[in-house]
């Protein structure tokens, strides 16, 4: 755990600015996102806890920063670093009158100079971290788009390499990682492939493996089931070159049954009618049952409803989505939510409209309340496909 992250009882009790506050802070930056270079002046705004909530940072005036939902994400992601966000601040409350950084610097400059950082090892951890972030506020104020994002990959991955010669343990290490995530955007691609670079350059063989399903995911979120089958292969490939201690033998072995799992899916969304991705559906789950834990075999159950489904194997999906229910005390709120998603689902490719529409509301309210922002948006799709398919039908009975 972050030891800056303060506990919950200490935070302040207001966790989100009010509507007076927020058409206050919408009057302080005129109507448009703080960010003095912002491309995305159609996205709604969103106000930002510049020193954060769960950090002890108090819902007030002095502490917002209005963004878009673009730049907030970035800020978010580590590419707009805080001291940047407290210059912008205080740039906004003077009216746009006083002094901002101006970069006078190319991007391969900066990129040049992030790769000198990252292997001067005559610096501390901490300084080298402070100099890449010096580089970051530089790189916001880069007046093309491109230029921007191609330093903020490079620079955080220099960051990412910083951070793992300065640590051998791979969990203090997965902080980086969480850059990437957001896997639905083409720059993490781009990120999560120089991330693998990095790290294969610093023998840190977990790191690349990790990245590497990273990407794999990202092509699986993006429907290009062709790629990440591939960079599943490769992330499967790592693994057998990886040594394993006898410690994290059983903990190597669940990564590469949920790297297989995960491909079998994968696999028969690309081709919907496959007997050797129905063999791998199946044998994915064969393995997590011969392991024997709980947790293993309910994610397995879950991704060989999933792969079913879009084999059209409905029957038998249905067989193994009651087995889920009858595990429903064990499952965790997450496994509980994708439950809930692949029911909706295999409603829908039974025609069972009513069931569909029940477990899209459920689902729906289920992962708002626990904050599962991405199942929310996959149950908000279902919803539309839902609403789709009825008007068509509708349609075609009245013509």
Not at 246 to 269: F, G, N, P, T, Y
Request: charged share 25%; net charge positive; hydrophobic share 40%.
């Amino acid at each position: 755990m972050d030891k800056k992250i303060i506990h919950p009882a200490l935070r302040d009790p207001i966790r989100t600015y009010s509507v007076g506050f927020n058409d206050e802070l919408i009057t302080e930056c005129s109507g448009q996102c703080s960010h003095p270079i912002c491309d995305f002046s159609y996205l709604s705004l969103k106000a930002h806890h510049i020193i954060h909530h769960a950090r002890g940072g108090l819902t007030i005036k002095p502490n917002g920063l209005m963004l878009c939902t673009r730049c907030h994400r970035l800020l978010h992601d580590g590419f707009i670093p805080q001291r940047l966000a407290f210059s912008i601040k205080y740039w906004i409350s003077s009216g746009r009158k006083a002094p901002l950084i101006i970069n006078q610097t190319s991007a391969d400059e900066l990129v040049s100079q992030a790769e000198k950082i990252k292997f001067d090892n005559s610096l501390s951890v901490n300084a080298r971290f402070t100099l890449l972030n010096d580089l970051l506020i530089a790189a916001n104020f880069l007046s093309s788009r491109n230029a921007r994002y191609f330093t903020f990959i490079n620079i955080i991955a220099a960051k990412i390499g910083v951070l793992n010669n300065g640590t051998s343990s791979l969990r203090s290490s997965l902080n980086a990682m969480l850059i990437s995530m957001d896997c639905r955007r083409k720059w993490a691609q781009i990120l999560a492939a120089n991330a693998t670079r990095y790290a294969k350059e610093i023998n840190h063989h977990w790191l690349a493996l990790y990245f590497t399903h990273s990407r794999a995911v990202g092509f699986n979120a993006r429907n290009r089931f062709g790629n990440a089958v591939n960079e599943f292969r490769k992330a499967l490939n790592l693994w057998d070159t990886i040594p394993k201690s006898r410690s994290r033998h059983d903990e190597a072995v669940q990564i590469k049954h949920r790297l297989l799992r995960e491909m079998a899916v994968c696999r028969s969304k690309k081709t919907q009618n496959s007997t050797k991705a129905k063999s791998e559906v199946l044998t994915s789950l064969d393995m997590a049952e011969a392991i024997g834990d709980h947790h293993n075999i309910d994610d397995a159950l879950v991704r060989c409803v999933e792969g079913l489904i879009y084999l059209n194997e409905l029957s038998r999906a249905e067989v193994y989505l009651d087995r889920l229910y009858g595990n429903w005390e064990r499952l965790d709120n997450h496994l509980k939510t994708i439950t809930m998603k692949m029911d909706a689902r295999l409603a829908l490719a039974q025609n069972r409209t009513n069931r569909a529409k029940e477990m899209i509301e459920k689902g729906l309210k289920w992962s708002l309340k626990y904050r599962f922002h991405h199942q929310s948006y996959h149950f908000k799709r279902l919803d539309w496909n839902m609403k789709l398919v009825f008007q068509n039908k509708r349609q075609s009975i009245i013509t």
